[in-house]
């Protein structure tokens, strides 16, 4: 049995590292970009590095979601759990800002799809 925990341990601790690993990654990336797009004077800029960033959080999260398996104890869960609930609450304020942007920049994006299937009949 200890075997077997110890194994889950270590592929949970690795896939841990893996997903906070790749959310850094698109986030460093996410920024590049924005920076990039920025200087360029992109419309696009804040939108692409918004979606960039809840991208990076949504593996942060998975991250700690994963964390919550070898937990040991419950202060560590408390604390876990915070950090959960403070990055889920960063991805809603980022897709909700992602939302407003894209109602701004994009207003063509939003079709509604039920009056363009009774014109397509």
């Known amino acids: 049995m200890d075997f077997l925990y110890n194994l889950m341990t270590t ?6 590292l893996l997903f906070e690993f790749i959310g850094v990654a ?4 996410a920024g590049i970009i924005g920076i990039y797009s920025y200087i360029r004077r992109d419309p696009h800029a804040r939108l692409n590095l918004a979606k960039g960033m809840a991208m990076a959080l949504e593996f942060k ?6 964390r919550t398996v070898i937990v040991h104890d419950f202060s ?7 950090t959960i ?3 889920a609450a960063l991805t809603f304020l980022i897709h909700w800002g ?3 942007e894209e ?3 994009l207003p063509d994006k939003i079709v509604d799809t039920s009056e363009k299937s009774i014109h397509e009949h």
């Open 11 to 16: 592929i949970t601790e690795a896939a841990i």
């Open 26 to 29: 698109v986030l460093i990336v």
């Open 61 to 66: 999260i998975g991250g700690e979601i994963l």
């Open 76 to 82: 560590e869960l408390l604390v876990v759990g915070g």
């Open 85 to 87: 609930l403070l990055r």
């Open 98 to 100: 992602i939302k407003n």
């Open 103 to 105: 109602a701004v920049n």
